[in-house]
Each structure stands twice: as structure tokens, then as C-alpha cells.
């Protein structure tokens, strides 16, 4: 009697591992759609259960992807906003470096201009110092000249100048025709 | 017989009579180019020379002006005025007893007002019958700023 009491308990009293078996069964709803004495004592507990997670990992699945489009459009705008960025910065570089390459040719410009000028300057410094070299040149040989009417030479190489104190009538005479010849 | 009053030109002891100015003489103008000579090869005529009249109120620029034409002006490519000329005369020193030489001064062909250009001969100590040692340098123009 105890043994049919228990046996009896234990059939009312189903077991974890019948449970197992049960939510086996369940998944194949398909397939066990008549039976009902699987969905009697399985179905009561873990049926929404069953609805919950499938459902939920579908949303989360779709808003996972969703979220997934998202971000990827997010990373492509941010990819084409930085390669305008740096096409901005090309052209700006290029810009400058234009600019520079600018600024150095009108300097160099200025520069060879200035110096020809300084040269030309030079030149004519240079021109004008030669012609009063040669003016103080040609005056210094008059000086030199009028100088040969005044002293007497002598015969010896090199001709030395000399003027006695008292002049005699000869060495006058020949002064004063030195005199008229130049003049 | 009449005499014409006229003092004696004697460039030594003589002041010059306006009328008649100084009386020119010889100067034995020793030259090389960079450098100086030697005192004892001007003494002893070695190194090249040239002969130039000049007068006890000559400056040294004109100095200057009648050696550059001998020596200078002769070739193109040393015909310029950018030339700096120092000078200083050499003599045998009777109380030392040997040669010495002394300093007159430097002038700037482009520019007489420059350096020693208007000192007179008389005022740098020489006497007739010494001889002048000339060392000659480029010196280039310098435009004002």
C-alpha cells in the first residue's frame, strides 16, 4: 500500500526531470499541438516565458540592428566630415603656400632691384671721383707748368729748379720767353 | 747793369715769395702694392721707384694724384680712384746713426678731405733730398646712407 501511495505521489508530484522533458516537448509546439497532457502541468508556467524571450530577443535583435544602422551612418558622416576637413586644410595649406611663394618673389624683386640701384650709385660715385681725379691731375700739371716760367733748369739729368737771388739779364730774358711761349 | 729785385728760391731756408711760389724739387717716391718697403732697400734703391716734382705746400692728396698718374693710371684694369695711399719718408738719422723712417699720413684717391689729404709736406717733418716710401691699398667707395 505505502509503495502504490508513493507511486501515486510521485506521479501527482512530477519531478525536475520530467519538467526538462516537458520544456523539450514544448519547444516542438508544432509538433505536440494535440497533446494537452504535456501543456496542462509544462505550459501554465514557462508559456509567457517562452513568448517573453523570443519576442524580446527579437526586438533586441531588431533594435540592436537599428541601432547598428544608426551608428554606421553616424561613422560615415563623421568619416565625410573630416575628409572635408581636410580638404578644407589642403586648400588652405595650398592657399598659404601660394601666398609665400608670392611674398618671396616680389622680396627677391625688390631686393635685385635694390641692389642694382646701389650699383648704378656705385658707379656713378665711382665716375664722378674719376673725373675730379683727372680735374686735380690737369691743375696740378698747369701749377707745375707756370712754376717752369719762374725757376730756372739745369743741363744735368734729372733736371733739378733753381732761382739765383739776383737774376742775370740773360736768365731773365730767357724767363720772360718762356713766359710769351706759354702764354 | 740793372738787377731785377728777386729773392732767393732756395726751397731749404727760403719762405716762398707769393710771386713766385715755391720752388719745385725732385722726390724719390719709392711704391709697392699691399705692403711697405724695407728701410734699407729705399736706402740702398733696390725696390722700384719713380721720380715726382713736388713743393713744400703741397698737400699729400696732390702728392697722391702725380704718383697715382705715373704708377696707376698707366693700365685699365688699375685705372680707378678706389686706392688708399700711406706714406712715410725715410732718412739716415744723424743723431741716432742709422736709418729711420716716420709717418706722414694716409689719403683716399676718391675723396681728398679724407684721412691725412689736406696736411702739407712742410708739416710732416720732411726735409729735400728725403725719400718717400708709398704703400698702396684698395679702398673701395662707400655710398652714404
Same mark, same amino acid.
Given at each position: ?72 551612418? #553616424? ?24 601666398? #609665400? ?13 635694390? #641692389? ?68 | ?11 731749404? =731756408? ?5 710771386? $713766385? ?7 724719390? $717716391? ?69 736709418? =729711420? ?16 689729404? =689736406? ?27
Amino acid at each position: 500500500m505505502d509503495g502504490k501511495e508513493n507511486k501515486i505521489v510521485k506521479e501527482e508530484h512530477p519531478s525536475k526531470e520530467n519538467d526538462q522533458v516537458q520544456t523539450n516537448d514544448s519547444m516542438d509546439i508544432d509538433k505536440n499541438e494535440g497533446s494537452t497532457v504535456h501543456n496542462d502541468h509544462a505550459d501554465k508556467q514557462p508559456s509567457d516565458e517562452r513568448k517573453e524571450p523570443t519576442e524580446n530577443k527579437r526586438s533586441k535583435r531588431m533594435f540592436g540592428a537599428l541601432l547598428g544602422t544608426l551608428g554606421k551612418f #553616424q561613422k560615415e558622416a563623421e568619416r565625410e566630415k573630416q575628409s572635408e576637413t581636410r580638404v578644407r586644410r589642403a586648400e588652405l595649406e595650398k592657399k598659404l603656400a601660394k601666398r #609665400q611663394e608670392e611674398e618671396r618673389k616680389e622680396l627677391d624683386i625688390q631686393e635685385s632691384q635694390e #641692389q642694382e640701384q646701389r650699383e648704378k650709385d656705385l658707379a656713378q660715385e665711382r665716375r664722378v671721383a674719376m673725373e675730379d681725379l683727372e680735374l686735380d691731375l690737369k691743375d696740378l700739371k698747369q701749377t707745375l707748368k707756370k712754376q717752369e716760367s719762374t725757376f730756372l733748369k739745369t743741363n744735368t739729368e734729372p733736371r733739378l729748379y733753381y732761382r739765383p737771388y739776383y737774376l742775370l739779364p740773360s736768365q731773365k730774358e730767357y724767363l720772360d720767353q718762356v713766359r710769351e711761349e706759354k702764354d | 747793369m740793372s738787377f731785377t729785385p728777386s729773392r732767393s728760391q732756395s726751397p731749404v =731756408s727760403s719762405e716762398s715769395d707769393p710771386a $713766385v711760389g715755391p720752388c719745385p724739387f725732385l722726390i724719390q $717716391v719709392y711704391h709697392q702694392f699691399h705692403t711697405r718697403n724695407h728701410i734699407l732697400d729705399v736706402l740702398d734703391d733696390v725696390v722700384p721707384s719713380i721720380e715726382i716734382y713736388g713743393w713744400m705746400n703741397m698737400s699729400l692728396y696732390e702728392l697722391g694724384v702725380f704718383i697715382a698718374e705715373k704708377i696707376l693710371f698707366q693700365q685699365e684694369d688699375t685705372k680707378h680712384p678706389e686706392w688708399m695711399l700711406q706714406f712715410r719718408f725715410v732718412f739716415h738719422d744723424r743723431f741716432k746713426g742709422r736709418p =729711420s723712417s716716420r709717418d706722414m699720413g694716409t689719403i683716399c684717391l676718391h675723396n681728398p678731405k679724407l684721412f691725412q689729404g =689736406s696736411k702739407l709736406l712742410k708739416a710732416t717733418g720732411m726735409k729735400c733730398g728725403d725719400r718717400i716710401d708709398v704703400c698702396i691699398k684698395p679702398n673701395k667707395i662707400r655710398l652714404r646712407k
